[in-house]
């Protein structure tokens, strides 16, 4: 994967939620980035900066080999609630990285440590409190920057899945739903 746009292109966003980067594949085999964003972000300039900062650096990751982007999240031994579970996960791990490498270089972003963490301990408050603070210093840092590590985080964030025997959390064998008996 080459690390450069053969073009990148705003439109306007329909709404809050559709505000973010997307970076697609052209015919040729260019990548493109489109930003959407809306018009009143145009009229706050620190607001656009921080946005355009956290945005651009998801194109940058994706188009980076080192990072090594994938547009596919899933397993296919995921159910639709696993999978939607590991996206919000994985975005929320990006997320986190992406602000705490903007903040090492001296930039403006769109959540500063304290809210990073704060969001962070709430999605993963089911780890032990010295292996979240672990796992955000990784992230924060980054120490934990590659897609296929993000992405194993979001999808088995306990590491149960390597484990032979059943274990208080795991996914049932039968229906895949975790169980704790």
Same mark, same amino acid.
């Given at each position: 994967?080459?690390?450069? @746009?053969?073009?990148?292109? #705003?439109?306007?966003?329909?709404?809050?939620?559709?505000?973010?980067?997307?970076?697609?594949?052209?015919?040729?085999?260019?990548w493109?980035?489109?930003?959407?964003?809306?018009?009143?972000? @145009?009229?706050?300039?620190?607001? @656009?900066?921080?946005?355009?900062?956290?945005?651009?650096?998801?194109?940058?990751?994706?188009?980076?080999?080192?990072?090594?982007?994938?547009?596919?999240?899933?397993?296919?031994?995921?159910?639709?609630?696993?999978?939607?579970?590991t996206?919000?996960?994985y975005r &929320?791990?990006?997320?986190?990285?992406?602000?705490?490498?903007?903040?090492?270089?001296?930039?403006e972003?769109?959540?500063d440590?304290?809210?990073?963490?704060?969001?962070?301990?709430?999605? #993963?408050? #089911?780890l032990?409190?010295?292996?979240?603070?672990?796992?955000?210093?990784? @992230?924060?840092?980054?120490? &934990?920057?590659?897609?296929?590590?993000?992405?194993?985080?979001a999808?088995?964030?306990?590491?149960?899945?390597?484990?032979?025997?059943?274990?208080?959390?795991?996914?049932?064998?039968?229906?895949?739903?975790a169980?704790?008996?």
């Amino acid at each position: 994967m080459s690390d450069a @746009l053969a073009a990148l292109v #705003f439109r306007k966003a329909r709404g809050r939620n559709d505000e973010a980067a997307e970076l697609y594949r052209d015919p040729e085999g260019q990548w493109r980035g489109i930003v959407a964003l809306r018009p009143e972000r @145009l009229a706050d300039d620190a607001a @656009l900066r921080r946005f355009l900062h956290h945005e651009l650096a998801h194109l940058a990751d994706m188009v980076a080999p080192e990072f090594g982007y994938s547009p596919e999240l899933g397993s296919t031994g995921q159910t639709p609630s696993q999978l939607r579970l590991t996206r919000e996960r994985y975005r &929320l791990l990006w997320a986190v990285s992406i602000d705490g490498r903007l903040t090492q270089r001296g930039l403006e972003t769109v959540a500063d440590e304290v809210q990073r963490r704060q969001e962070f301990n709430r999605g #993963f408050a #089911f780890l032990a409190a010295e292996r979240r603070e672990e796992l955000f210093e990784a @992230l924060w840092n980054g120490r &934990l920057a590659q897609h296929h590590a993000l992405l194993e985080l979001a999808a088995d964030p306990r590491g149960l899945q390597g484990r032979h025997a059943p274990v208080p959390g795991a996914a049932c064998p039968l229906c895949g739903f975790a169980t704790f008996q």
